[in-house]
């Protein structure tokens, strides 16, 4: 049996929202500006990643551009707690989407899956240097979504 509190748990509900494929929208004073963006950066990134397990260019090159947006989104954010997140995200996050793009756009899957996961580390990087190093992001080939990603 879960207890109540489990429920109350921001990470919880964010985590539930992204295996039921649901917007997350967690209202938590200045966290939840930031958890927001985040849900959507994790969204992102799974389906990216699935697009790109699939072997799918044309829905990979969708998803890594709603990346590209979401990253945006996230270098505008101000400061959480003691962390200038926006500038965390031009200086960690960023170099490694670049190479993920680039290296999509070299059509070579081997050094694209490469950069797919350098990017992944580097959100853990972020999240160990916040104090959130409990946040571990890992992708995973489960398909939590109402949609085919293969051609």
């Not at 939840?32 to 799918?56: E, P, R, V, W």
Request: net charge neutral.
């Amino acid at each position: 049996m879960i207890e109540l509190s489990l429920f109350k748990s921001k990470a919880f509900i964010v985590i539930l929202a992204s295996q039921l494929a649901l917007p997350v929208t967690v209202s938590a004073g200045g966290e939840s500006g930031l958890i927001d963006k985040m849900g959507k950066l994790q969204y992102f990134t799974h389906k990216t990643g699935l697009s790109l397990k699939a072997d799918n260019k044309e829905l990979a090159a969708f998803y890594i551009h709603e990346l590209e947006e979401s990253i945006e989104d996230l270098e505008t954010f101000g400061q959480y707690k003691k962390f200038d997140i926006g500038k965390m995200t031009k200086k960690v996050l960023l170099p490694e989407f670049n190479g993920l793009e680039k290296a999509f756009k070299s059509g070579n899957a081997e050094s694209t899956w490469n950069a797919f996961n350098s990017m992944i580390k580097s959100c853990n990087t972020c999240h160990d240097s916040t104090n959130h190093g409990f946040v571990k992001i890992r992708f995973n080939d489960q398909n939590t979504y109402m949609q085919s990603f293969e051609k």
